[in-house]
């Protein structure tokens, strides 16, 4: 990310800045949607994958999905947030936990609209998801809280800071 660019170049003046990206290949081609594991759930898939820690911000998510009570959030990685564990109570949410990342562009193929629900945090600060490009990589719309590293990337992906523009924006992006 910029950030951590910016703190080692002034300690080595040799630094170079690599960002993240996505393998192409492993995401070029999805599965047909009724081929995919998601492909019974009640449309539309609104989607993140991903580590379930302390920078993701449960309590949005939470206010999201009470709001659009007929969409459905699927949430696919290792839960070590109570917060977020707590989500699965939420009838309009599924918490797959971890799989395999071979499987990722199979639930991708599913998702509707992606999700980068951080909390701003100095972790996050910066942190340039990876799962952004894959998200990108297929097309996919993308709603993220407002990470300095997405701003670039604008109108691609839209940031919202709280959860009656985060839901607005998953809306938008479905239509």
Same mark, same amino acid.
């Given at each position: 990310?910029? =950030?951590?660019?910016? /703190? +080692?170049?002034?300690?080595?003046?040799?630094?170079? #800045?690599? =960002?993240?990206?996505?393998?192409?290949?492993?995401?070029?081609?999805?599965?047909?949607?009724?081929?995919?594991?998601?492909?019974?759930?009640? #449309? !539309?898939? +609104?989607?993140?994958?991903?580590?379930?820690?302390?920078?993701? &911000? %449960?309590?949005?998510?939470?206010?999201?999905?009470?709001?659009?009570? &007929?969409?459905?959030?699927?949430? +696919?990685?290792?839960? %070590?947030? *109570? &917060?977020?564990? #707590?989500?699965?109570?939420?009838?309009?949410?599924?918490?797959?936990?971890? /799989?395999? @990342?071979?499987?990722? !562009?199979? @639930?991708?193929?599913?998702?509707?609209?992606?999700?980068?629900?951080?909390? +701003?945090?100095?972790?996050?600060?910066? $942190?340039?998801?990876? /799962?952004?490009?894959?998200?990108?990589? *297929?097309? /996919? =719309?993308?709603?993220?809280?407002?990470?300095?590293?997405?701003?670039?990337? *604008? =109108?691609?992906? $839209?940031?919202?800071? &709280?959860?009656?523009?985060?839901?607005?924006?998953?809306?938008?992006?479905?239509?």
């Amino acid at each position: 990310s910029r =950030p951590l660019f910016e /703190k +080692i170049r002034r300690t080595r003046g040799d630094a170079v #800045r690599l =960002p993240n990206a996505a393998d192409a290949e492993r995401f070029e081609s999805l599965p047909s949607r009724n081929a995919s594991p998601l492909a019974r759930l009640t #449309r !539309p898939v +609104i989607g993140y994958y991903g580590a379930i820690a302390e920078w993701f &911000d %449960a309590a949005l998510v939470r206010d999201v999905a009470r709001s659009r009570p &007929d969409y459905t959030f699927v949430l +696919i990685g290792d839960v %070590a947030n *109570q &917060d977020a564990a #707590r989500l699965s109570e939420l009838a309009n949410v599924r918490l797959l936990g971890e /799989k395999p @990342y071979e499987l990722m !562009p199979s @639930y991708l193929a599913e998702f509707d609209v992606c999700l980068i629900p951080f909390r +701003i945090s100095p972790l996050t600060l910066a $942190t340039d998801p990876v /799962k952004l490009y894959e998200y990108f990589s *297929q097309g /996919k =719309p993308v709603v993220a809280t407002p990470l300095p590293e997405l701003r670039r990337h *604008q =109108p691609l992906v $839209t940031l919202s800071a &709280d959860a009656a523009s985060f839901a607005a924006s998953i809306d938008a992006a479905l239509h």
